[in-house]
């Protein structure tokens, strides 16, 4: 049974009359007299005397009149929500974001607002590396990204001439290890060659996934340092969540974004495996693709513009 065979019963109950039922609901009457046989059949009795002029309802037709006019407002109530909640998402922007980010950026970054941006995290990206992110701007998966990018410049090939950023902030990667019994980095980065042997020493390294930007990053980071020690790659993770939980358990050495450090290093529960010559110096950018055509991301675009104007002004550098 369809709803607009309940909407053709309340006409001609309405009317009266097959012809001026059919016009009111727009189709021939040969069509709308079809539609009513077909509605009798479905509720297996007859709603209609059509012995009557004008036309009037069985008992059955009666008792069913009840009941369209009852599905059929919850029927429009229905479409009326589905409405208002397709132009409240519609208003609402996707927002590509790396773990990290999203929890320890994000929230203080929409807090600094008076009204926040429409930005509503995709968790999905949580799991992407960088192109991913650049694909999904590109598709229209996704209406934004933020991301981490070196201050020394991308060591990778991405394609991004079609994007545009702003900067939102800066973060800096921190190289942490757990202490031992004195405080000083079970995994110490400066120590790198043992003064006996005079060989490289080799410290496990809790790494970034090799195909992301903040392990090519770091990775380049450390070749124009020019004398890190080896470094053995034990795990490799795309979060910093999980990069976190395995240095904390003394597995090995990782790099960390400062803000998601929190009390850890003031705390001595973490510490610094080298000296700040090892950290590695990144800008939060937001992207967005330049072929985007819907206002909402436009006018959102631009108040995120003015809002970084005003805190850059107002603010250091962090």
């Not at 599905?71 to 429009?76: A, I, L, S």
């Amino acid at each position: 049974m369809e709803i607009r065979w309940l909407e053709d019963f309340l006409a001609l109950a309405r009317t009266r009359h097959f012809s001026r039922a059919a016009e009111e609901q727009n189709v021939t009457q040969p069509t709308f007299s079809r539609r009513i046989k077909l509605l009798e059949e479905e509720m297996g009795t007859t709603l209609i005397n059509r012995q009557t002029l004008p036309l009037s309802l069985t008992p059955a037709g009666e008792a069913f009149l009840g009941m369209c006019h009852d599905v059929t407002r919850r029927v429009g109530a229905t479409r009326q929500r589905l409405a208002q909640m397709a132009e409240e998402q519609a208003g609402q922007l996707r927002l590509g974001a790396p773990q990290g980010l999203l929890t320890s950026f994000l929230p203080a970054w929409l807090a600094s607002w008076e009204n926040p941006p429409p930005l509503v995290p995709y968790l999905r990206a949580t799991a992407w590396l960088m192109g991913d992110y650049f694909q999904a701007l590109a598709s229209g998966e996704i209406d934004m990204a933020i991301c981490y990018w070196p201050l020394s410049g991308s060591p990778l090939e991405l394609a991004n001439d079609d994007t545009e950023y702003v900067v939102l902030g800066h973060e800096r990667f921190i190289p942490v290890s757990l202490p031992d019994a004195s405080g000083t980095p079970r995994f110490a980065l400066d120590s790198g060659r043992s003064s006996k042997s005079g060989k490289t020493r080799s410290l496990p390294l809790i790494a970034y996934h090799p195909r992301g930007m903040i392990d090519a990053a770091i990775r380049a980071h450390l070749d124009r340092l020019g004398d890190c020690p080896t470094l053995t790659v034990l795990n490799e993770s795309i979060q910093s969540g999980n990069i976190r939980e395995l240095v904390s358990l003394g597995y090995g050495l990782g790099w960390l974004p400062e803000r998601s450090l929190g009390g850890a290093m003031s705390s001595g529960e973490l510490v610094a495996a080298g000296q700040p010559r090892w950290n590695v110096e990144f800008e939060i950018r937001l992207y967005r693709h330049l072929s985007t055509g819907r206002a909402s991301v436009t006018d959102t675009w631009q108040q995120i513009r003015e809002h970084g104007r005003s805190i850059n002004t107002t603010m250091p550098r962090e």
